[in-house]
């Protein structure tokens, strides 16, 4: 028995730990790249881009020292009824800091198969060096959240902060 014991505690003790819920572990979601199309059941997302702001995208930087940025898309309705919403977007540091971004576009109204552009604009450290987005539907926030890694070569490099005289 005691024998029994000894092993079954070697065998626990080997057993994968389960990841701590909530957080990142909290939505169920699809996850790819920004050039991947992706699909949650409902929408599909795809030509995504995530840029420095221009100053026709009407965003600046919130506060001196932070950088604005834009992430585009197309989305498009998959289903077989009329879809409307915007995104909630957060990106995401490698030591999972969040940045939340706000939307820059009036949200879509869609038809089965109609697409749209979704675009939204974050003000970001400037040192802030995004490695993940997370798109949620704001008017269906249980519907599977969009994860989308962001590669070195998705951003440019932050431009040397402007210096004063």
Do not use: C
């Not at 221009?54 to 834009?70: F, K, Q, S, T």
């Not at 077989?80 to 576009?105: M, W």
């Not at 974050?122 to 060096?129: N, R």
Request: net charge neutral; hydrophobic share 45%.
């Amino acid at each position: 028995m005691l024998l029994a014991f000894v092993l079954g505690g070697a065998l626990l003790a080997n057993a994968a730990p389960t990841p701590v819920p909530g957080g990142a572990n909290q939505t169920a979601g699809v996850s790819g790249t920004m050039s991947q199309t992706l699909f949650n059941g409902t929408l599909r997302i795809k030509s995504m881009s995530l840029k420095d702001a221009a100053p026709a995208d009407h965003i600046n930087p919130n506060a001196p020292g932070e950088r604005a940025l834009v992430f585009r898309a197309i989305v498009s309705n998959g289903t077989k009824h009329e879809h409307h919403g915007y995104f909630d977007a957060s990106l995401a540091d490698a030591n999972g800091i969040t940045v939340a971004g706000r939307p820059l576009d009036s949200g879509w109204s869609l038809e089965p198969g109609a697409a749209a552009h979704a675009v939204n604009g974050f003000s970001v450290p400037h040192d802030f060096v995004p490695v993940r987005l997370v798109l949620i539907e704001s008017a269906h926030p249980k519907a599977r959240a969009f994860r989308i890694a962001i590669r070195p070569t998705d951003l440019a490099p932050a431009p040397a902060p402007a210096t004063t005289p």
